[in-house]
């Protein structure tokens, strides 16, 4: 069976801020058929659609009404048929996002489940009696702020809402209720998508005995951006018979040779469940985690990141990512250590571009977008209206693509549905486009070059012991080993190194004279070996520096 996916390049269309064809201010299916040249002609070689199906929209379309159909708000089935057949005729893949541990409170299988206790749908969602005070059940805590229980009185029980009360959490402790979703998956298989990121993957499965999650010791004396810091979630994810269903899921998804990417977050221990969920060949094709995706830059929480998952799973494949859409753009997380935005946008391309797995690129970054900084009136995501002004919510990240340098970013004719502000605009793909030394034309010679040497997606990585700020990793063995050298700092770096040739061109502010190779400010080096039968060797002399 093709492993298509194993060291691809995945691009994350947000489609609200894609592109919108009907002048409402919002993206549509129709305006990501428009945009797929962009897409392939970035060297792109599959595409994650977050949610289209019908939906309230409460938690922007991660609050499902209807898992089979597509939301008015975007377009018809028709559109999506269509605009999956542009993305194959270019030779894209195409992965759509899979929200299964909740649906939205509006869907008719929630509507039926909270009517009362004795209809076919009952336990079709995780029910629980008050405690004996009226209390909710037990203490775990939403993390979109708020205890995770949300009171029915037609039941007279609570249910459990991992984030918005909005987004009950299904049961599947019933087997009836994974049928159901499997039933949906094929749906969606059988109109030809490529597989699917699976939404919270490991919050499916909650603890049926409903122990109350303990105090996390780490997060004593400091602050919390809600409760739901406060404690280790043991009881309330992450259980044991998630592996039984991921097979399940695997086994239906490899009679299409459709691929899995399972979105994992599970604090300290994300590492540790990206490999068991990865492991043995039967569960995830790949897993998706938060670990690079922080406010951490430095040489070693990147090393530690990627080694420690391949030391836990060796036969697991991780998917990479920077920047995503409930995160912080990573120019400005990481702007502490970039000479420049578009510099440090360069680094992180190549970065990423070298990291053993497969990447994946959010919308914009291949542009150098910043975070938008929004007004509080301006805002839409609801932990960031609950919890303004500590946290603004994910606003900031989800504003439109800025297509040209009109008023509008070429996004739409009408009002955007989040504002496109003039930074980000100034960034805009035309003028960038054809521009040496753009941060687009960058993206697409990284990308180049990554399609070009077939050890930066499979091969063997071995990191190199060097001092911060500098990362150092040699991809292969042999005859065509890459050994690639990052300064994560806006600080002038050196070091000796022996064996190598001079940097290849998709380097970054980096020269090597004899023996000394110079990186500056955000500097990045890919270096060939001078012969086959020598490794690249790099330390620091007399000579070189590291801060």
Known sequence: MSEWWRGAVFYQIYPRSFQDTTGNGVGDIPGITRRLDHVAALGAEAVWISPVFPSPQADMGYDVSDYTGIDPLFGTLADFDAMLARAHALGLKVIVDQVLSHTSSAHQWF????????????????????????????????????????????????????????????????????????????????????????????????????????????????????????????????????????????????????????????????????????????????????????????AAHVRSRVEGFFAAAPD??????????????????????????????????????TLPGTIGLYQG?????????????????????????????????????????????????????LPLKPPQRARNARAQAGQPGSTLEHYRATLAFRRAHPVLRTAATRFHDLPEPLLACERGTGAGALTCVFNLSPAPQR???????????????????????ALGPNGCAILPRADEGTAIQLHLGKNTQAS
Not at 316 to 342: C, E, I, K, M, Y
Request: proline share 8%; glycine share 8%; charged share 25%.
């Open 111 to 298: 509507a039926e489940s909270r009517a009362s206790r004795d209809n076919p749908r009952a336990d079709w969602y995780v029910w629980a009696d008050p405690k004996r005070d009226a209390t909710p059940p037990n203490n775990w805590q939403s993390i979109f702020s708020g205890p995770a229980w949300e009171w029915e009185p037609r039941r007279q029980q609570y249910y459990f809402h991992n984030f918005l009360a909005a987004q009950p959490d299904l049961n599947f402790h019933n087997p009836a209720v994974q049928d159901a979703l499997l039933d949906a998956v094929r749906f969606w298989l059988e109109r030809g998508v490529d597989g699917f990121r699976l939404d919270t993957a490991n919050f499916y499965f909650h603890d049926a005995r409903l122990r109350d999650d303990p105090p996390d010791p780490k997060m004593a004396g400091r602050p919390w951006q809600t409760p739901y810091s406060g404690l280790r979630h043991i009881h309330s994810k992450t259980q044991p018979e998630n592996i039984a269903f991921l097979r399940r899921l695997r086994a239906l998804c490899d009679r299409y040779g459709a691929a899995l990417v399972g979105e994992i977050g599970d604090e300290d221990r994300s590492l540790a469940t990206m490999a068991e969920y990865t492991r043995g060949g039967d569960r995830l094709h790949m897993a998706y985690s938060f670990e690079l995706l922080g406010p951490e830059f430095t």
């Open 316 to 353: 697991g494949w991780p998917w990479w990512s920077f920047s995503n859409h409930d995160v912080n753009r990573h120019l400005t997380r990481w702007a502490a250590h970039g000479h420049d935005p578009q510099a440090l946008a360069r680094q992180c391309a190549l970065l990423l571009a």
């Open 365 to 417: 970054e291949e542009l150098g977008l910043t975070e938008t900084d929004l007004e509080f009136h301006e805002l839409t995501d609801p932990p960031g209206i609950r919890l303004w002004p500590e946290y603004k919510g994910r606003d900031g990240c989800r504003t439109p693509i800025p297509w040209d340098d009109s008023a509008q970013g070429g996004f739409t004719t009408g009002t955007p549905w």
């Open 495 to 517: 070091l000796r190194v022996e064996g190598a040739a001079q940097p290849l061109p998709v380097s970054q502010a980096a020269g090597l004279t004899g023996a000394t190779l």
